[in-house]
């Protein structure tokens, strides 16, 4: 499901166009960057308090972006 998240919110940033795309782009990245490189380590290695806090960050992300689109359109 994060996977499909992760996917969703790419598609959604590379047609926004906005002056702020860059900073959601970036903040985006650095995330993926992130989970995937938690994601990738032995299941006894992964810190379950850093898979949460990327989890956490990405819903921000998801949310400000939505807002964001909302109040463009309104």
Known sequence: MIDSLIKLLGVAL???DSK???KYFDKWMNLKREYYAELGKPRDDRD???MDN???ELQLLVDAFSS???????
């Open 20 to 22: 702020e795309k860059t």
């Open 54 to 56: 990327i989890l956490f």
């Open 68 to 74: 964001k689109l909302a109040t463009k359109n309104t």
């Open 48 to 50: 379950n308090a850093v």
């Open 14 to 16: 590379s047609i926004w």
